[in-house]
């Protein structure tokens, strides 16, 4: 009996150290000479409890974030924000950060903090990436469209459009609001999707019609007796694969807000059945634009889309390196 008790407390004495080691690893460790939150330096979910309860007071964080520079009396200073992780190197400088993002791009790099926000839902795309020969093979994929032919007869024509379709819209509502502002942002969120749905598959995503064609049916709509008041439109259900891309990246918010990044979003996707549906919806999308412009490549035919560049490209890449061509990669799902 002795002996039992013992062991039992030579395990649960073993346990202790070994939940003490893995708690002081997981504390947050400051660079020196930057500075810091001391309360969140020395708690494992460092800076998190604050930025949750900005983010649920605000719905946004950068106003907390500016707001700690101020509190802290410096343009530089870091953050804890993720268990385990790096700090967040926080630089409030107007000028230093135009000076980082337009002069000295060999010196600093995308962070895998960006990268994560899409990591679950585009796994193999270029935007985790580093700058290395595996990113500069990503961006020749599509190096077609960076060209002034793809420019000219492809992006912008489907500008045109998604353009011409907004203004339409705009007539519509203009014409049931009597002269009274209304909110536009969908409308532009609509345009722009349609836009790059035109070049990026060669047909818009016809958003922006839609909205057109249901408040085309309206007679008058609701106005408050204010005529300083905005006035506010219903928005038409969009389709299940165009409503998919606003799910998508509504959802990469998980990654941003929770202490587990990444993995948060990805066990998201696995249970909720709208982000599961919308990734399927996503990836159905493109396997059937993917399978439009082999067809079109095996015919011949002209590429009018940045799919069409991309599939005719790997099927070039593949004849040239004696290989198969890899139509359905997950690189190129993701890239595209």
């Known amino acids: 009996m002795a002996l039992f008790t013992a062991t039992a407390a030579t395990f649960a004495a073993s346990i202790s150290a070994l939940a003490y080691l893995i708690y002081r690893a997981l504390l947050p460790k400051p660079i020196p000479g930057i500075p810091c939150d001391p309360v969140s330096a020395g708690r494992l979910l460092g800076d998190i409890p604050d930025l949750l309860k900005a983010q649920k007071r605000r719905q946004e964080a950068f106003t907390f974030i500016a707001e700690k520079c101020i509190r802290l009396k410096s343009p530089v200073i870091q953050m804890f924000a993720q268990i385990g992780g790096k700090p967040w190197l926080i630089v409030a400088d107007a000028r230093e950060g135009i000076d980082i993002m337009t002069s000295r791009a060999s010196e600093f790099d995308r962070s895998a903090l960006f990268g994560g926000l899409f990591k679950a839902t585009l796994p193999a795309s270029q935007l985790l990436l580093p700058t290395n020969e595996e990113w500069r093979h990503h961006r020749r994929i599509l190096a077609d469209t960076l060209s002034p032919n793809f420019l000219e007869s492809t992006s912008a024509p489907a500008i045109y459009s998604a353009v011409s379709d907004l203004l339409q819209l705009w007539r519509q509502k203009s014409r049931l609001a009597l002269g009274r502002s209304?909110?536009?942002?969908?409308?532009?969120?609509?345009?722009?999707?349609?836009?790059?749905?035109?070049?990026?598959?060669?047909?818009?995503a016809g958003a922006t019609q839609l909205q057109s064609s249901h408040i085309r049916n309206l007679d008058q709509v609701d106005l408050d007796m204010d005529s300083a008041s905005t006035v506010e439109f219903l928005t038409a259900p969009l389709s299940a694969e165009v409503d998919a891309v606003g799910v998508l990246g509504d959802s990469s918010e998980i990654t941003a807000s929770s202490p587990f990044g990444s993995w948060a979003h990805q066990f998201t996707i696995w249970t909720y059945p709208s982000l599961r549906a919308a990734m399927k919806a996503k990836n159905t999308l493109i396997r059937s634009k993917i399978a439009d412009a082999t067809l079109k490549a095996e015919r011949g035919q002209v590429p009018s889309s940045a799919t069409d560049f991309a599939v005719a490209r790997e099927i070039k890449d593949a004849a040239r390196t004696d290989r198969k061509a890899d139509l359905h990669s997950p690189v190129l799902r993701d890239k595209l």
């Open 182 to 204: 209304f909110n536009v942002e969908n409308d532009l969120i609509h345009a722009a999707l349609d836009a790059i749905r035109a070049a990026a598959f060669g047909s818009p």
